[in-house]
T-cell receptor
Framework: AQTVTQSQPEMSVQEAETVTLSCTYD???????LFWYKQPPSRQMILVIR??????QNATENRFSVNFQKAAKSFSLKISDSQLGDTAMYFC???????????FGQGTRLTINP | NAGVTQTPKFQVLKTGQSMTLQCAQD?????MYWYRQDPGMGLRLIYY???????DKGEVPNGYNVSRLNKREFSLRLESAAPSQTSVYFC??????????FGPGTRLTVL
């Protein structure tokens, strides 16, 4: 079974700093997708970024970028120039190609301090 | 275009009571899902429906039943609620399994 591990339960940084959230996953599949979701206090799940395993280039979305290390099965999220609105729970998630089940990590609670 | 909607947003039950959580999506997606979120455990899949007329168990199905009423609607039923089912419940829908859309969640407390 696929597993997703986020080893940092909580992180805290100052506004404008750069922060990196860690995620590792375990799979024997070669075709899969990885996601980072943001969950602010409103509870809404918001897609931050998506990475297809077959793509070597790391995905980026404005201030958000990933470091996808396929051989190491690592998928970290970097937030540059962090803002107060980035304060949220962040979940890493995995799905293998053709499957139905999106598997989530335990989450990292990120706090951006003014 | 409302996306994924869930009702109710909050609910308090007594042990043994039953209730149904409703979910609807207006994106014409084939796949729909029910997850529960507990502190420190992320989101865990309860049941899913890959298409209208089909349902399958996820990681934590015990104590729950589901109905895929039509392509738009997917309900989750607790027949006899237990305190262990206190959680936040999310419905989600997906097309092509690369884009997922989540509802706003239902906070359920079982006393």
């Amino acid at each position: 079974a696929q597993t997703v591990t986020q080893s940092q339960p909580e992180m805290s940084v100052q506004e404008a700093e750069t922060v990196t959230l860690s995620c590792t996953y375990d799979t024997s599949e070669s075709n899969y997708y990885l996601f980072w979701y943001k969950q602010p206090p409103s509870r809404q799940m918001i897609l931050v970024i998506r990475q297809e395993a077959y793509k070597q280039q790391n995905a980026t979305e404005n201030r958000f970028s990933v470091n996808f290390q396929k051989a190491a099965k690592s998928f970290s999220l970097k937030i540059s120039d962090s803002q107060l609105g980035d304060t949220a729970m962040y979940f890493c998630a995995f799905i293998k190609g053709g499957a139905q089940k999106l598997v989530f990590g335990q989450g990292t609670r990120l706090t951006i301090n003014p | 275009n409302a996306g994924v909607t869930q009702t109710p947003k909050f609910q308090v039950l007594k042990t043994g009571q039953s209730m149904t959580l409703q979910c609807a999506q207006d994106m014409n997606h084939n796949s729909m899902y029910w997850y529960r979120q507990d502190p420190g455990m992320g989101l865990r899949l309860i049941y899913y429906s890959a298409s209208e007329g089909t349902t399958d168990k996820g990681e934590v199905p015990n104590g729950y039943n589901v109905s895929r009423l039509n392509k738009r609607e997917f309900s989750l039923r607790l027949e006899s609620a237990a305190p262990s089912q206190t959680s936040v419940y999310f419905c989600a829908s997906s097309e092509a399994l690369r884009s997922w859309f989540f509802g706003p969640g239902t906070r359920l407390t079982v006393l």
